[in-house]
């Protein structure tokens, strides 16, 4: 693979002691220490009532980081390409067809039925914003940040129009908590521009690599890396929050690994 490059416009960021972009910039920049608390799960944004009283979870955090993102790079939302990029999608959803289809009474409701598929999300966002631009959703285990960044890049890069890396995880309830263990719910949003604006926060220069994935200083930070997906990005959202130039390394395949060089712009 070549280097791509890719200006990053907007950042949008909800996890476990992590309420937003700006109290985890202070975090992540060493200004506030981490608390580990339980992700609250968000208000919902811009869904009709209808729509907003049937999502779960995985809607609730994409729709949060996703805004959130999208103001910080003054994006228009309408004409926004997406890659809604997860692991597992909407966990409690499927715990609850599961749990329906081992009963005597195997009826589904229409609901569940029609949150159970993994673009599910990205049809709601396409809803609350009113966007008819493209969208891809997809998943890729522990590689779900790194193949989601990847996709979101190439996308924006052939299309020369700017496209947002939505990725995030829940956690499932018991006894598939314990096949697929992620203890609680993060999400990451990017705002990716292929042409440098008064937007542009950084330059993210991608390539592969074989070499080590970055890790955390921080015991309690790193131990959040290694047990959620999505948060094998927190290594470049430090470095980002700090507004420091360097490269970090994320999880991507076996022999692998993604580099990203962050670059300051003027």
């Known amino acids: 693979m070549t280097t791509q490059n890719i200006y990053l416009d ?51 955090l994409s729709m949060a980081i996703g805004l959130e993102a999208a103001r910080h790079a003054g994006a228009d939302l309408a004409s926004l390409a997406t890659v809604f990029s997860s692991t597992e999608a909407d966990c409690d959803n499927c715990h609850a067809i599961l749990e329906a289809l081992a009963s005597s009474d195997r009826a589904l409701s229409p609901t569940r039925f029609h949150n ?8 709601y966002w396409g809803i609350a914003t009113g966007s008819m631009a493209p969208s891809t959703s997809l998943s890729a285990y522990d590689a779900t ?17 700017p496209c947002m890396l939505l990725a995030y995880d829940t956690t499932y309830p018991e006894p598939l908590q314990h096949l697929r263990s992620i203890p609680d719910a993060m999400g990451v949003a990017l705002v990716l521009n292929p042409h440098q ?18 890790r955390m200083p921080q015991d309690d930070l790193e131990h959040l890396r290694q047990s959620i997906p999505v948060a094998r990005s927190l290594p470049l959202l430090a470095l980002l929050a700090q507004g420091r130039s360097g490269s970090v390394v994320v999880e991507y395949l076996d022999s692998l690994q993604l580099d990203i060089e962050v670059c300051s712009v003027t």
């Not at 159970?116 to 049809?123: E, I, L, M, Q, R």
């Open 116 to 123: 159970s598929v993994h673009n599910a999300p990205s049809g």
């Open 145 to 161: 940040f790194a193949a989601g960044l990847l996709e979101a890049t190439t996308q924006a890069r052939s299309n020369g129009k």
């Open 10 to 60: 907007g950042v949008g960021l909800i996890g476990p002691g992590l309420t937003g972009w700006a109290q985890a910039c202070e975090v992540l920049a060493g200004r506030q220490t981490y608390v580990a608390a339980h992700t609250a799960p968000p208000a919902v944004e811009k869904l009709p009532p209808a729509e907003r009283r049937r999502v779960g979870a995985p809607v609730k």
């Open 197 to 214: 604006t008064s937007a542009a926060r950084a330059l993210l220069k991608l390539t592969l690599r074989d070499t080590p994935a970055t």
